[in-house]
């Protein structure tokens, strides 16, 4: 039975999904508007109303966000729980790791991979396990708009989302290659 149920959920999602904004709200997670959460996010199921994330937020894919630490069970009987806020327009890369009771202030981008084990100040960028300050985000901002031209700039024809042709994408790695990156809408 409960293999037919598994089948029929996966049958059932395939022909109408819904996004991870939706089913962490339906869960209960206050999330605010415009926020976008990628594939295979984990957001502590067990304590999930002790997680607030922020409007305009990015959450790339494989996200760990945490409420709650249970290393503590076994020697005290009790789990460790932390409220976790993600603040507004905040970009949290890919694999990252958000532990309980952390703050990440608006505007902040957290490097992809790092483990954020405290508070992260507005408008700062930080990477790293442990994650640690790089720079500011204005500075980050300053630096990468260096790096743009017209020539590596791309729009949204040079994505997947507008059916990109091989000659597209051949362009695009050759550009890529000769300025060691490139930037698309």
Not at 29 to 39: A, F, L, M, Y
Not at 46 to 71: C, F, M, Q
Not at 126 to 143: D, L, M, Q, W
Not at 151 to 176: A, M, P
């Amino acid at each position: 039975m409960n293999r037919f149920r598994l089948l029929l959920s996966k049958i059932y999602r395939f022909f109408f999904p819904i996004d991870e904004v939706t089913k962490f709200r339906r869960m209960g997670v206050k999330i605010g508007e415009g926020t976008k959460i990628q594939g295979d996010v984990i957001i502590d199921y067990s304590h999930y109303w002790l997680i607030e994330i922020g409007k305009n937020v990015t959450i790339a894919p494989r996200v760990h966000i945490l409420a709650h630490d249970a290393s503590t069970k076994r020697e005290l009987g009790y789990a460790k729980l932390g409220v976790t806020t993600i603040g507004d327009d905040v970009f949290v890369g890919a694999n990252s790791i958000i532990l309980p009771g952390v703050t990440i202030g608006a505007g902040s981008i957290v490097g992809a991979g790092s483990v954020v084990t405290k508070d992260i100040p507005s408008n700062t960028v930080v990477a790293g396990n442990p994650a640690r300050f790089i720079c500011s985000t204005e500075e980050y901002y300053e630096k990468v708009r260096q790096k743009m031209n017209k020539d590596n700039c791309f729009d949204e024809r040079y994505t997947i989302k507008k059916n990109i042709s091989e000659e597209k994408k051949q362009e695009q790695i050759e550009v890529v290659k000769k300025y060691g990156c490139g930037f698309v809408e």
